[in-house]
């Protein structure tokens, strides 16, 4: 039986690149096509640990849904009926070519070692990922990478040049679209800054979520060796967040470790939707012609 795809969600900076180093040290395959400290250099638009091709494609899907990270409307909802599109559809079968291709490699060169990759992106593009899984009679399995949201927005707004507002609106919908998107697979939350805090339970959570509880210590040791505590910042002064989005944060850390507060998530995934058809609805109330 094949393994579970893994997918490493988050929003950009919130720590996936640490997350997706350690899981490929605890047994999951990135592909020769990931691009490491090695290849950062020659390929500066791309973060460490995601998969060259998929951040490509993935990219250009954003690019042509009008949704891409580095402009006001990314965090704005997909019309489902965007995935039809004869151009998403396009790019769903090249990522589907990639799968194929990395399944096989990884197939042959560990005799079947579970592979995964790494992209921000991802996040908004789960419908097109649920069609080519299905296609094939795949499973998928999820680690989300969650930071402290303030951080996150004022570090992204700076890096992508978004006004603060729209970094977090697209923490926010990143979030919850890993929320709704992952409902019924295996999952995991994993807290960026648990790795200074409680090290040794998340390395233990996150080991024994990838079938490696033998290798807890070998990626509590790497942890130590990427993260410089002096690094951390104060999260308190940065930006005052909205109530959703510290709803949102708070739902996401009761899940740290494997719990899932079923009530909770499903109380915030309405609150969501119950948002978006506001928004969506014509000024004065009266349906759309």
């Not at 965090?75 to 990639?98: K, M, N």
């Not at 899984?133 to 040049?161: E, H, M, N, Q, W």
């Not at 308190?236 to 507060?261: H, K």
Request: with cysteine; hydrophobic share 45%.
């Amino acid at each position: 039986m094949t393994a579970p795809v893994t997918f490493i969600l988050g929003m950009h900076n919130s720590g996936t690149s640490l997350l997706a180093r350690l899981a490929a040290l605890l047994g999951l395959e990135l592909g020769p096509e990931v691009l490491t400290r090695d290849s950062f250099e020659a390929k500066p638009a791309y973060d460490y640990w995601e998969h060259a091709g998929i951040v490509a494609l993935q990219d250009e899907a954003l690019h042509l849904l009008g949704r891409h990270w580095g402009t006001p409307q990314s965090h704005l909802p997909i019309p489902p009926e965007a995935w039809d599109r004869p151009e998403i559809a396009r790019l769903g079968t090249a990522l589907g070519a990639i799968l194929d291709r990395e399944l096989a490699a990884a197939q042959d060169a560990t005799g079947g070692r579970p592979w995964g990759f790494k992209d921000p992106r991802t996040v908004r593009l789960l419908p097109v990922w649920r069609r080519v899984l299905a296609k094939r009679g795949l499973t998928a399995r999820y680690l989300i990478s969650l930071r402290d949201p303030a951080i996150v927005t004022a570090s992204f707004a700076d890096k992508g040049r978004v006004a603060p507002a729209d970094a977090e609106a697209l923490w926010r919908r990143s979030y919850l679209e890993a929320l709704a998107g992952s409902a019924g697979s295996p999952r995991l939350v994993v807290d960026y800054d648990a790795w200074l805090d409680q090290p040794e339970t998340q390395a233990a959570a996150l080991a024994g979520f990838l079938g490696q509880p033998q290798a807890a210590d070998a990626a509590l040791a790497a942890v130590r060796a990427a993260i410089d505590p002096s690094l951390r910042r104060t999260r308190v002064g940065l930006l005052r967040l909205t109530p959703f989005t510290v709803a949102t944060a708070e739902c996401l850390r009761a899940m740290i470790g494997g719990r899932e507060p079923e009530a909770r998530i499903a109380a915030l995934l309405d609150r969501a939707a119950s948002a978006d058809r506001r928004a969506a609805a014509p000024p004065d109330g009266t349906a759309a012609a």
